[in-house]
């Protein structure tokens, strides 16, 4: 039999609350999922169950349906207000299998008729555990899409607002994956990545019309207003839980390799990698790109700029990706 913390999860074993009355039944069933790698807890009545599950963290309950107070189809309506996430499975008597059938329709994953299979027992847990998992899994992945989607959404707003930039952030946010990617970074980190990337100007939605828009160069004190804007992106990311791990991203962004950046002149690996990489992809799009009073700067000359200022401003690894990516890019002999 395969022990089911080898095929589950990782670390402790699953926990899981056996619940029936009859006391040989229960610690039958009990010693057979032990024995099957999870971690059992009996519970003699569903009242006893409720208040386990109020208290601790389980994976499953495996209930009896036919017991004295409270039924199997009762706990499982309880179970599925207070934890609709939580599989429980019925464990139902010869001929209650109809009985069980409607337990599904009120919460219930799934029923094991009586007498119980012992061998089979931890492959109908098995299977309830890992359904379970993977919708969790669904969930999080359509968390994390409604969140990009909502980040999107808010970047090309503050795109808008600065019109010279259209799709600026979209475009340093696929840069910056790109370049994550060759880094070696996984899919967490790159979305991580993506989302500070899209969001790192945020912080210009506080700064007036008059400096976001000017067209000529910035005086002293204006520039000094325009160099907040980490600070306060930094600030209004950290309000938002799911987006405080970007936050430090945001806030480093023009931080420059030798430590001649802001806003707090951090030099070398201290930036965090994300920081030098929008670092990087933003100054490439916005040296590249037209603006209504410029001319987008011609990709060699660009090109030049990274190479002479890479361990400057810009962490060199990354720098040799861009140059790369820009080689391959419009080499009209490159392959790619
Ligand atoms: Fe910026």
Redesign the pocket.
């Known amino acids: 039999m395969m022990a089911a913390q080898e095929t589950l999860l990782e670390g402790d074993p699953p926990r899981l609350i056996v619940v029936d009355d009859d006391y040989i039944v229960r610690e039958t069933i009990g010693e057979a999922l032990r024995l099957g790698g999870y971690d059992v807890t009996i519970a003699e009545s569903g009242e006893e169950a409720l208040d386990l599950l109020r208290t601790e963290n389980y994976h499953l309950v495996l209930t009896d349906l036919v017991m004295p107070g409270m039924s199997g189809t009762e706990l499982c309506q309880q179970i599925s207000a207070m934890l609709p996430h939580l599989p429980v499975v019925l464990i139902t008597g010869h001929g209650n299998v109809d009985v069980a059938r409607e337990s599904l329709d009120v919460g219930a994953a799934d029923f094991v008729s009586k007498p119980v299979n012992l061998s089979d027992l931890p492959i109908v847990v098995e299977r309830n555990l890992k359904r379970q998992a993977l919708q969790s899994q669904r969930l999080m992945e359509r968390s994390a899409a409604v969140l990009l989607q909502a980040v999107q959404a808010l970047a090309q707003a503050l795109d808008e607002r600065d019109n010279s930039t259209a799709e600026h952030s979209q475009r340093v946010s696929d840069l910056a994956v790109s370049l994550g990617g060759k880094l070696g970074m996984g899919d967490e980190e790159l979305y991580a990545l993506r989302l500070a990337a899209l969001l ?2 945020v ?2 939605i506080g700064i007036r019309d008059s400096i976001l828009l000017k067209e000529g160069k910035l005086d002293d004190e204006e520039m000094g207003i325009m160099k907040e ?2 600070g306060k ?1 930094a600030q209004i990311l950290s309000a938002i839980s799911d987006l405080s791990g970007i936050v430090s991203a945001v806030l480093h ?2 931080e420059n390799y030798d430590g001649t950046g802001y806003p707090n002149g951090l030099k070398g690996d201290a930036i965090p990698i994300h920081a030098r990489i929008i670092r990087v992809a ?1 100054a490439w799009d916005a040296m590249t790109t037209d603006r209504p009073y410029r001319p987008g700067m011609p990709k060699e000359v660009a090109r030049k700029h990274f190479s002479d200022f890479a361990g400057r401003n810009y962490d060199p690894k990354i720098t040799e990706f861009l140059i790369e990516r820009i080689d391959q890019m419009y080499d009209p002999d490159s392959a790619s």
Do not use: A, I, S
């Open positions: 790192h100007d912080g210009k804007h980490p992106g962004h023009h933003d």
